[in-house]
């Protein structure tokens, strides 16, 4: 279960609208409810929130920041070689 620390934390680093980022690294990975459906928004959220245990989901929480934080980080270095190539001119 995420604790109130780690719940902190995730927050900072989703953002906004995260759910969706979340459910599509489920539906990559072929994951299910129990009942047979997907997974919802609201099932996530509250995972996330600690209203419900799922360690499934919480592992694609945790996907999802790693994703977020590699895309932020090839964002930043595409800026420093575009911003030093204009600097070099």
């Known amino acids: 279960m995420i604790t109130s620390e780690q719940r902190t934390e995730l927050k900072k ?3 906004p609208r995260y759910t969706k980022g979340v459910l599509e690294i489920l539906k990559k990975q072929k994951v299910i409810s129990p009942s047979g459906e997907s997974y ?6 509250n995972v996330l929130a600690g209203n419900q245990e799922n ?9 999802y920041v790693k994703q977020k934080k590699e895309k932020t980080a090839r964002l930043t270095q595409k800026r420093k070689e575009f ?7």
């Open 83 to 89: 911003l030093k190539s204009n600097y070099d001119k």
């Open 13 to 15: 680093q989703l953002g």
């Open 55 to 63: 360690e499934t989901i919480e592992n694609a929480i945790y996907d």
């Open 40 to 45: 919802t928004s609201s099932t996530v959220r």
